[in-house]
């Protein structure tokens, strides 16, 4: 047998030195560039938060507030200009509310299904369709609204503008139901077996076991389900911009046209209005608004979770 000699300790000592300083330089580095990656996001959200306020403090040295958040009439692009967001809103709401009442309880239907009756196979076909569903772009979901729905829906219902709410908030319903579904599945599975088997101990039947003890004991990811699904519709841009149309209507007709405030945003970016110019910085305004209205559902979001959450050992 070799013996080792005390130079021979000594290098190799040298050498498991020089692999952990190696190592814990590889780790800096790799620390460094995550570091990085997480600032850019932080960084970037805070220069599109500090462009919003900059243009719409600017906005508002020249708009009153008041008139702003009050008046029904919006015609920031035209010679005579108004300032009143109130229509934009009302379509917006609209819309959104069209939307959740179609998808959202289809979204949690189809969760309940997939995570209480489907076998493996059925789970296995119907969430990729799901997930295919999410990945239509918006903007053909948009023509499909226009040039499909909305017909039909002329047909059965009288007055119907061919630019409408209606056909907008029944596409935007299945483009939000993949949302509420995905999460809402991950919730209601998320539920300890224990419960399910105390709650058919007790004599409970499969209908008493969802109602009474698995949607509760998932309502904290079902409720951010559904307020993420919100957040997600009162964002969404092509389709309002297509099928809703770009009319700021203050009305709570269904059937005629409205603009959300999406759909003004894309119209006044694309239009022709200077740089600086009041009817430009209405679109930083309207941006504004949208922003404070999806910031505060996130935040709502997280306060439901926290509140309702529950915790299992």
Known sequence: MERKTPGMLGRARAVGLNKRADRRVGEAVIGTLLLLCALVSVVTTVAVVYSIAEETFQFFREVSVVEFFTSRVW???????NFGIAPLVLGTLMVTSIACVIGLPLGLGAAIYLAEFAGDRTRRTVTPILEVLAGIPTVALGYFALLFVTPVIRDLIPGVNLFNPLSAGFVMAFLILPTVTSISVDSLRAVPRSLREAGYGLGASKFELITRVVV????SGIIASFILAISRAIGETMIVTLASGGR??????????MATMTAFIVQAGTGDQAA????ARSLYAVAAVLFTITLVLNILSQQVVRRFSEKYE
Do not use: C, I, V
């Open 75 to 81: 015609t920031p692009l035209f010679e005579n200009q």
């Open 216 to 219: 509760p004991a998932a309502l």
């Open 248 to 257: 700021p209507n203050f009305t709570f007709d269904p059937r005629q046209e």
């Open 276 to 279: 600086g110019s009041l009817g």
